[in-house]
């Protein structure tokens, strides 16, 4: 089998120091599904400048999804938790330019076989899809013959690694 593509750049103690240094107040965490990671161990860090728009991210998620925290006050929280082995975590940015086409390129096989049955998909070269972050979630918007269609992009490539 071979190992699970991931796109996103680790949340690690520099970079958490980055993003606070960069101007950033408030981080969404929110859970992470994405193959090759245990259900409940993985989660994905959005940063904000300010509040509002840290809340705004956190309303759209489901109850005990995902919660705001403060880089600042919650320092200690965030520091244990991001140096706990246990857990993945994850920045809402990616970590090189191709990740759209690696991403299809890696997980070809599930996202034609989840295409096929949501949209009677049987070829790639068919589509075109493009992957997208919406309030820490992964997104693909697909295109085939005129039509546009969204779905969660962990649906599409979730099937990848069983």
Not at 146 to 156: I, K, P, T, V, W
């Amino acid at each position: 089998m071979q190992a699970s593509y991931n796109p996103f750049e680790i949340l690690n103690l520099p970079t958490l120091k980055t993003i606070s240094r960069l101007g950033n107040r408030y981080l969404v965490l929110q859970r992470f599904h994405w193959p090759g990671i245990k259900e409940g161990r993985g989660f994905i860090g959005t940063p904000y400048m300010n509040e509002a728009e840290a809340k705004a991210h956190q309303a759209s998620l489901s109850e005990k999804e995902g919660k705001t925290l403060n880089l600042i006050l919650d320092e200690k929280k965030l520091t244990d938790l991001v140096t706990d082995p246990q857990y993945f975590l994850f920045l809402s940015s990616f970590r090189d330019q191709q990740w759209n086409a690696r991403i299809v390129m890696r997980y070809q096989h599930s996202i034609t076989s989840f295409l096929n049955t949501q949209m009677n998909i049987r070829a790639l070269d068919e589509v075109t899809i493009y992957f997208r972050l919406e309030f820490g979630r992964l997104k693909a918007t697909v295109t085939a013959f005129g039509d546009e269609h969204e779905f969660d992009a962990h649906d599409m490539i979730k099937y990848a690694c069983a």
